[in-house]
């Protein structure tokens, strides 16, 4: 994004050389140019708030270095270029130490250095302006409204709790069935908490080889290790200031357990292959879909690491228990594809709408997703009916329950869907299913008959 007008103070006793200056300036049509005799004047129209000051550095009125800092003081950030009739290094530089820009000398070249200067600070402030303008957009992108879809009661709950954990930097703990959307709730914490301008570094328990995890965590020296070729930096290094979000936590090896619960404490950590002492200061979220308290009754999680992370806890609802909110991320997720594909508005029938509710998505809002996104490809006429959702794990009976059939009906489909699972396999099934063989044996034998 780029500024349309900039405006530029010149400040310059000397009325022949600030009107050539002036004159040069506004040559670029952006550049909106205010010349001022006296260091006084210009101080009287700071109201008008400047982009970048450009001034002389011998005024009758007021020392060049009394002025910087009283410009500096209206506004730290203000881009101030000093004019200089002598080539003096050491007022130059300690100008610059000061606080101001550039250091620009009154000769034949001072007018292309200035302008140079002056397109140098509009890049600048563009620069400021569009990381500013991200960061907004960031903000607005995790927001809770926006990151979290839904109105459910148990989603109200973690609304509740998410406000309440932005005001300290206590740990979190987050747990929920896999798919519930446990990394977009650390990322909304972190990106709505006061650490939101610092890094958020994700580590995924569950991808890193067991070898390499401690490298990952605490980084490496070059030749630390066969093929260490350089230092690494590890994760807890470049989250510092920030957040460390540490998912699938209960993953995490016994013998790095007691090596995290140690740099928890002391907060540092020693590169592999180091004796450097880092200190680090982040926030820790940590998330699992297993229960924690289970793993340390079965001595797979130390039971003082679990004490040290649990934290505020946080538990996520799988979407089978959220109600309505099926319906509102669905909505959500076909907004979002059609804006990507630059498609035409898509609709829910009221049948597909009545599917999406029987099913109880064993994958959570990361299967609604992929359901959606496929039948926005499969529908015509701009409609998604019940034909385009397609479930592929089917792995319990809500779906069918929710069907208006006899009971025969849904014995009888459900005991077919368990003899397919398990490879028609009748002693699995009739096992799984807490029923007598004779039963499968004998609706098989009727099915054959129905088909004759």
């Known amino acids: 994004m780029n500024m349309k007008i900039m405006k530029l103070f010149l400040v310059e006793d000397d009325a022949f050389f600030g009107a050539s200056i002036q004159?040069?300036?506004?040559?670029n049509p952006d550049f909106e140019v205010h010349l001022f005799p006296t260091a006084k004047a210009c101080l009287a129209a700071m109201y008008l708030k400047p982009d970048v000051i450009c001034m002389d550095f011998g005024l009758p009125d007021m020392p060049g270095d009394v002025l910087l800092q009283k410009l500096l003081a209206t506004n730290p950030s203000l881009p101030v270029i000093i004019l200089s009739g002598q080539e003096d290094i050491v007022t130059a530089v300690n100008l610059l130490k000061a606080g101001a820009r550039d250091y620009i000398v009154k000769n034949e070249h001072a007018k292309d250095l200035l302008w140079n200067a002056i397109i140098k600070v509009r890049e600048n402030l563009d620069l400021v302006k569009e990381v500013a303008s991200l960061k907004e957009q960031l903000e607005q992108k995790y927001a809770f409204e926006n990151t979290i879809i839904g109105k459910s009661d148990s989603i109200?709950?973690?609304?509740?709790k998410l406000?309440?954990?932005?005001?300290?930097n206590i740990t979190v703990s987050i747990t929920g069935e896999t798919g519930t959307g446990k990394e977009v709730v650390a990322k909304a914490i972190h990106y709505n908490s006061e650490k939101k301008a610092k890094p958020f570094v994700a580590v995924n328990m569950a991808a890193i080889p067991k070898e390499m995890m401690e490298s990952e965590f605490f980084g490496h020296e070059k030749g630390a290790f066969t093929g260490a070729d350089s230092r690494k930096i590890g994760k807890f290094e470049q989250a510092h200031g920030g957040t460390i979000f540490l998912d699938e936590i209960a993953e995490l090896d016994l013998n790095l357990q007691s090596k995290l619960l140690r740099v928890l404490q002391e907060r540092e950590v020693i590169r592999l292959g180091g004796?450097?002492?880092?200190?680090?200061?982040a926030r820790l979220i940590v998330a699992t879909h297993k229960d924690l308290a289970q793993e340390v009754k079965k001595g797979t999680f130390r039971e003082d690491l679990y004490y040290r992370i649990i934290g505020f806890p946080i538990a996520l609802p799988p979407l089978r228990d959220r109600g309505n909110d099926v319906l509102i991320l669905a909505k959500h997720f076909i907004d979002v594809f059609v804006k990507e594909n630059k498609m035409k508005p898509i609709h829910l029938s009221q049948e597909a709408k009545q599917k999406l509710m029987r099913y109880s998505f064993p994958g959570n809002v990361r299967e609604l997703k992929a359901v959606i996104d496929l039948a926005c490809v499969l529908c015509e006429q701009h409609q998604i009916e019940a034909d385009d959702l397609t479930f592929?794990?089917?792995?319990?009976?809500?779906?069918?329950?929710?069907e208006e059939k006899t009971l025969k009906?849904?014995?009888?489909e459900i005991i077919l869907h368990y003899l397919k699972k398990n490879n028609q396999d009748v002693l699995l099934t009739a096992r799984k299913l807490d029923i007598g063989k004779s039963t499968i044996y004998n609706l098989l034998h009727s099915l054959e008959k129905l088909s004759l």
């Not at 109200?156 to 509740?160: A, C, G, I, K, L």
């Not at 406000?163 to 300290?168: G, H, M, W």
């Not at 592929?392 to 929710?402: A, C, I, K, P, R």
């Not at 009906?409 to 009888?412: G, K, N």
């Open 392 to 402: 592929t794990s089917l792995n319990d009976t809500t779906y069918f329950l929710g």
């Open 156 to 160: 109200r709950e973690v609304f509740s």
């Open 409 to 412: 009906e849904h014995t009888t």
């Open 275 to 281: 004796k450097e002492v880092i200190k680090f200061e």
């Open 163 to 168: 406000n309440k954990v932005i005001q300290t």
């Open 23 to 27: 004159y040069h300036l506004r040559l």
